[in-house]
């Protein structure tokens, strides 16, 4: 979950260095290269509730995985665009499916470790890695650099395919609640 966690942290802010490189390979202004970063965190914001309530109705497993998987087809659709627009069209994918992860990924870092020393270990390696800071630019200066700045979403797809393999080891499999069906209402709360 810290490596996924890592990816994601690393996805929101690792683009921000390879936009003049974007824009020169595609030949947009940076008024358009906005949209690179400003798609992905508008759908990926504005979903993050939506991918909490899925988790709760399909399982936070198949949740994590669906998302997971997704996420990995963005990233490599992302690194091969032939075209700004497919590079757009990716990112803007991307976000939402970052956040049906969201909600999916703390269940094992904090329910699935037994209260006490472990599962301290596990959100205190959680927080190291979300921490990681000006460690994400430095990746992508370093990635665009020498690999160019297609290899900022590539670099990514090996490292989720790590995490599915992981996920379906490691991650307990859980089911929705009997009766549960997807309403656009929150139900009221008996007191």
Avoid: K
């Avoid at 990635?143 to 992981?166: E, N």
Wanted: hydrophobic share 50%; glycine share 12%; aromatic share 10%.
């Amino acid at each position: 979950m810290s490596m996924l966690q890592f990816f994601i942290a690393v996805d929101v802010t690792v683009v921000n260095i390879a936009l003049p490189a974007i824009g020169a390979d595609y030949g947009v202004d940076g008024h358009s290269l906005t949209w690179v970063v400003v798609g992905y965190t508008i759908t990926g914001g504005g979903l993050l509730m939506l991918g909490g309530r899925l988790g709760d109705l399909l399982g936070r497993r198949r949740t994590l995985l669906a998302g997971t998987i997704l996420f990995g087809a963005a990233s490599l659709l992302a690194g091969l665009a032939p075209s700004f627009p497919i590079l757009v069209a990716a990112r803007l994918l991307q976000g939402p499916v970052r956040q049906s992860r969201c909600p999916a990924r703390w269940r094992p870092s904090c329910c699935c470790s037994p209260e006490g020393p472990r599962r301290s270990r596990a959100l205190s390696v959680w927080a190291a890695v979300a921490s990681c800071g000006g460690r994400r630019f430095a990746l992508s200066g370093i990635i665009t650099a020498h690999l160019g700045w297609r290899w900022i979403f590539l670099i990514s797809v090996p490292f989720i395919l790590i995490v599915i393999v992981a996920a379906l080891f490691l991650v307990p499999a859980d089911r929705s609640a009997p009766g549960d069906r997807f309403g656009w209402t929150y139900p009221a709360r008996s007191c």
